[in-house]
């Protein structure tokens, strides 16, 4: 029943995991726009802003060309999660702005409050970028400060610096 | 935004990222079950076999009151994945037997042949058993032989010892 070869793509298993763990991403996310946030939580959101399907200002496209990391604390309003993106209002500046973000562009998730954080790669697009990047973008399973900058809504600066403890790298699932 | 308390069980990571790599085994026994087994694959699957919804003859159960792995690599047939539940036939003392399983009752999963493999626990029943119990059940995220006697297809002896590399441990998830 075995077959060698050509099919063997067929499970794989790194891509199962990281399209499940983004649904997870969106399942947490549609929790607090139906109850909101619980106490104790904050959800800490990088993604790709060049990434297709993102929507925000230009202005702000401007200050975060590549990455930018949303902090869902203190200030935020109208979150919605629908199947294949997340929206938000955010105050940047004194004004109320709309973001759109697909799951896909996510490169990682945290809440501090729980120690609990995910990254991920990009392989949608990609695809096996070769052995050089993914190491490059590894970086070990030990949480180290975002790559991107925080831009965070006004008032909402967090009282300490985030202390994820546990971070779900998804090299870690990847083939060797 | 912040409430403490008694909604805080609302974002419970470790049970969503639990859901959802359960549901990663069952889209990988769906494909398997769609297109057969790729080359370089054998999908090791342990499960409480004591728990509801599991069949298997009694004679088997028996033998195996507790916990059973089975292997799905060289002979095996009708292997079916619904939503709930995957059925497969294999053969044991020379006889086909149907043997049905709710995903709920796995809890582990291994692919060696390209080193994956996950560990479950079972927070559907017991949920928070105690630090205790659960440290007991932790033992690092190290793999380890599986805990459960192997009942495998017959001729289905693998022809080396299992090399899982990557197991990951849902405890990694659980709030410390």
């Known amino acids: 029943m075995a077959r060698e070869g050509m099919d063997k793509d067929l499970l794989r298993y790194d891509r199962m995991v990281e399209a499940a763990l ?19 939580h904050s959800l800490y ?19 975060y060309p590549e990455a930018m990391t949303i902090v869902l604390e ?3 309003w109208d979150l919605s999660a629908d199947e294949e993106t997340f929206g938000v209002t955010l105050s940047f500046k004194g004004r109320r702005q709309r973001i759109t ?17 995910l990254r991920f790669d990009q392989m949608q697009e ?43 790298n998804l090299e870690s699932f990847r083939k060797k």
Chains 1, 2 share one sequence.
């Open 101 to 117: 973000v697909p799951y896909a562009a996510l490169t990682a998730f945290h809440d501090p409050g729980v120690q609990f954080g």
């Open 126 to 168: 990609g695809e096996e970028k070769g052995a050089a990047q993914a190491g490059k973008t590894a970086a070990g399973a030990v949480p180290t400060p975002l790559p991107a900058p925080a831009a965070k809504p006004e008032p909402a600066a967090p009282s300490e610096e985030p202390k994820t403890a546990q971070v779900v």
């Open 45 to 63: 959101i990088t993604f790709r802003s060049d990434f297709p399907g993102v929507e925000m200002p230009d202005w702000l496209k401007a200050q």
């Open 74 to 76: 203190h200030q935020f």
């Open 22 to 40: 983004r649904g997870v991403v969106r399942e947490a996310i549609a929790r607090v726009a139906g109850i909101g946030l619980p106490g104790g």
